[in-house]
């Protein structure tokens, strides 16, 4: 009997506006650009996948126009008439022919996860070897761009049990200013929330070495990516200076960038991002050097949708152990969906869907009411 195999791939960008402008170091987000990935194979089924990446070309070397356009013009073409039962084999083929374009691959990887689980009826936790756990924590980020509101926004959301993390983007302004925004907010908010901030490369490691000490001080749980990202040996100096836990996110994409930063121990914690390593098995090999190393894990971003945040739950879901918990909170930040049935969020925490492949259903008029004209 032959295998089904792969008939076409469409990459739609899709437009939605987010509930609040969001502040990073790099940019503000009014809206998310998501690149919808629809793959249809010749046993009728159809997959699902995203690729999704911050403020254009402001995170990354990956923009959605051009993930989009190399889509089309590169991926489409190795994958259509591939067995579509064959995720490795499809994978290393697109390995060896595209170099990078890790958001893209992990897209594309996604709908060929959600075709064969679907056909198998099973969900992707359970194609990647079965689900340790149905939820994950979610923690929410605060970055109105205004302390006051940042304070508002964790008030309701503790007093709604949405969430009790809160990860604070710092870093567009000068350090004392960040500092002392930072401050304010764990004190409103003291014991009843954990904080946690985002530097996102912002600092250099003088000004990371002051700062850090500061933030120490005001009792916050973790740093992350304090410096620029190909300072590796700055992260390991402060791993070890400070008894604060450092984490490594935009330093790490891949498994090599996780032995490297291991060996050195450049960071306390690595952030897992299954765009960042091209994909689910890629982001749990990185897993695999982080346990060996005894290294944390945290379940990293890109600001997905709803079909990228399942994604990345799917491959998360089968960690042993996810000590700083995620933040799969990229739904919540948007202000529609284009799936059927919406993510359940609660007690600071996401349930994840058990259905077949990831457990979604694309809502075709939102998907042509959001979808780039
Ligand atoms: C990042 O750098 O971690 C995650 C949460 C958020 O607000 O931005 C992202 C990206
Ligand atoms: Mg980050």
């Known amino acids: ?39 249809f194979c010749s046993d009728g089924i159809e997959g ?58 992990s897209g594309i990887e996604t709908a060929l996860l959600d075709t064969h689980g679907k056909r198998l009826g099973v969900s992707i936790g359970t194609l990647l070897g079965g689900a340790i756990t ?87 749980d973790l740093i992350e990516q304090p410096i620029i990202k190909e300072n590796f040996e700055g992260l390991a100096r402060l791993t070890k200076m400070f008894t604060v836990p450092i984490m490594a996110d935009e330093a790490l994409n891949d498994s090599t960038d996780a032995f490297k930063l291991a060996k050195i121990r450049g960071g306390d914690v690595f952030a897992l991002k299954i765009g960042k390593s091209g994909g689910l098995h890629n982001v ?23 079909i990228g945040s399942v994604a990345s739950a799917h491959a998360f879901s089968t960690l042993k152990t996810m000590s700083w918990g995620t933040e799969l909170f990229g739904p919540l930040l948007l202000t529609d969906d284009i799936v059927k049935t919406k993510v359940a969020f609660s007690n600071a925490s996401m349930k994840i869907p058990q259905g077949p492949g990831l457990g979604l259903e694309l809502d075709l008029e939102k998907l042509n009411q959001y979808k780039r004209k």
Do not use: C
């Open 284 to 306: 749990l090999k990185v897993a695999a050097i982080a346990e060996a190393a005894d290294i944390s894990l945290y379940g990293g971003t890109l600001l997905e949708g709803t």
């Open 134 to 220: 149905e939820t994950l924590p979610v923690l929410w980020t605060l970055a109105s761009g205004n302390t006051q509101q940042d304070i508002e926004e964790a008030e309701h959301l503790l007093a709604i049990g949405r969430h009790t993390t809160f990860k604070l983007k710092i870093g567009w302004q000068a350090p004392e200013i960040s500092i002392a925004h930072v401050a304010a907010i764990k004190k409103a908010l003291g014991d009843r929330a954990k904080v946690t901030v985002d530097v996102n490369q912002a600092w250099d490691e003088s000004t990371a070495k002051i700062s850090i000490a500061k933030l120490q001080e005001a009792g916050i």
């Open 1 to 39: 009997m032959n295998n089904p195999i792969i008939e076409k791939i469409e990459a739609i960008l899709v437009d939605l506006p987010t509930i609040r402008p969001h502040h990073l170091s790099m940019t503000v987000m009014k809206k998310q650009t998501m690149v919808i990935i629809r793959l």
């Open 48 to 105: 699902i996948g995203e690729a999704t990446t911050i403020g254009g070309l402001s995170y990354g070397e990956e923009s959605p126009e051009s993930m989009k356009l190399n889509i089309d013009t590169y991926f489409a073409p190795l994958l259509v008439g591939q067995d579509a039962t064959n995720i490795h084999k499809a994978m290393f083929w697109i390995e060896k022919n595209i170099k990078g374009n890790r958001i893209a691959k």
